[in-house]
């Protein structure tokens, strides 16, 4: 069973991590600690078909285990005042792939290029992650 978080125990702040087609990822304060926040659009929320996309995948990724994947603390599902919340509350990652080539990418550049090993060990770690999730695909 997935933990129900109520957007109660949630303190939403502004900043914005990223969005997409089907809602953003926001910054929030869970028992105090920073948690990223996957919030589906509210007006893609009030389609039952979207909720059940949105299980499926806390579902699976409540299973998963690895240092190199973002892990599922639960989820928010709830509907107040004709409004739905449908929103997957999970570890917020320190940094992104996108600062980091960023820094060291540039004229406004902070660190030297990536040296090849730096670079192969980020391979690396992505790969044994999709090695990972791949092994899964059986078992879910």
Not at 81 to 102: F, Y
């Amino acid at each position: 069973e997935v933990l129900r978080i109520p957007s109660r125990c949630l303190l939403l702040t502004d900043k914005k991590l990223g969005s997409g087609s089907y809602g953003e990822v926001r910054i929030a304060y869970w028992r105090g600690c920073p948690v990223a926040v996957k919030m589906l659009y509210e007006v893609l929320a009030s389609v039952q078909r979207n909720i059940d996309l949105l299980l499926q995948e806390v579902f699976i990724a409540w299973r998963v285990h690895h240092p190199n994947v973002a892990a599922v603390s639960g989820v928010t599902l709830e509907t107040e005042d004709g409004k739905t919340r449908a929103w997957i509350v999970m570890d917020l990652l320190q940094g992104s792939m996108a600062a980091l080539i960023d820094a060291t990418q540039g004229p406004q550049r902070v660190y030297g290029p990536l040296t090849l090993r730096e670079q192969v060990d980020m391979a690396h770690d992505a790969l044994c992650a999709l090695d990972y999730l791949h092994s899964l695909v059986s078992v879910l």
